[in-house]
């Protein structure tokens, strides 16, 4: 039998990581003025952010291929938790930087972590499921706009909120824990054994490329789609704010049914397909001569780009079980990397060219990841 109740676990820790980073999120406005950071000082911060979670992804990779993911997820899980009161707690700037460092490292780590305990449930399905724990992250995200947003509203203080919801997440991470699968035998690092040499293959080196460019193409979303609107087509804010609402939803719905037709025509076929959708409705969102429009080309890019980036994680997970965790780290890091310098490479070209024309970046990326997906992603490729 399936082993059911570990997929359901390891759909409880992806919808707690979008949970807790969708709780920082939320209150980021509130956590700024509680600790004096300027506008610039904040985008710092968020740079340690980010650059903390890459190293913790390079980190969680060495010790899921020692421990196995399930240790890794459960003390990776307790420890975002744990940690996530901290910016809550900072009053300036230096200790928010520590608490910053902390929650990107740790969040870093259980990104891995949560992802090769999804290949390793995928494996024991022996069927794609891989997209539909992506969806309950996002659903975790969603669920923090809703808690967050009302909490705020309430005027309770931040650092009840962010201890709360840490609380939370120790309870679940302790709750998951026995029904997570432990590693197969034979797909971890024994005490004592030479650890064997994870090569940088042509196929690591592919798969981890199309994670950089569609999560490039995924972060210009989050944050120009929203900016695309009101400067571009003079929508008001609160229009404007509907084009990321539409991304956001087509990308959660699509996740949870992409698994099944990837089950269909494979996962090359699939991500051949979706990307050059991907590239269609971002190429309609500039070209959108209203901003009903391009609400509706958002939407469109959403679906394309929703059920692409699981299959490389699915794909780095099973080229060598025994290093799962070192190649799932550096294909979500570079990933990752894509989906930090998405926005800034946007802004940067919007110093020459218009926004619309900036987006000719994501554009040819997705049409590079539509014709380079097979080639990493059929089955018959060691």
Known sequence: ?????????TFAIFALNGFLLG??????????????????VLGYLLLLLGGSALLGMQVGGRLIDRFGSRVVVVIAGLALSACLVGP?????????AVALALLGAFNGVIDVSQNAQAVEVERAYGRPIISAFHAFFSLGGLLASITGGGLIALDVDVRLTLAGAGTLGLVLTLAVRPTLLPPSPGTIRESGVPRAHA??????????????????????AYDWSTVHLHDSLDASKTVAAWAFGAFSITMTLVRLVADRVVARIGAAAYVQRAALVGA?????????????????????FGVGLAGCVPQFFSAAGNIDPAAAGTYLARVTGTGYL???????IIGILTNWVSLTTAFAVPIVGCLLAGLLAPSALRKEVA
Not at 199 to 220: D, I, K
Not at 338 to 344: D, K
């Open 199 to 220: 090569p940088w293959t042509p196929r690591v080196v592919v798969l981890s490329l199309l994670a950089f460019m569609l999560l490039l193409s995924e972060g210009v």
């Open 338 to 344: 894509g989906l930090l310098a998405g926005p800034a």
């Open 23 to 40: 709780m920082w999120v939320v209150n980021i406005p509130e956590i700024r003025d509680r600790t004096g950071a300027s506008t610039v």
């Open 1 to 9: 039998m399936p082993p059911s109740a570990a997929r359901r676990s």
């Open 280 to 300: 269609a409705g971002l190429l309609g969102a500039a070209l959108a001569p209203n901003p009903a429009v391009a609400i509706a080309a958002w939407a469109v």
């Open 88 to 96: 809550g707690l900072a009053t300036n700037v230096p200790v928010l």
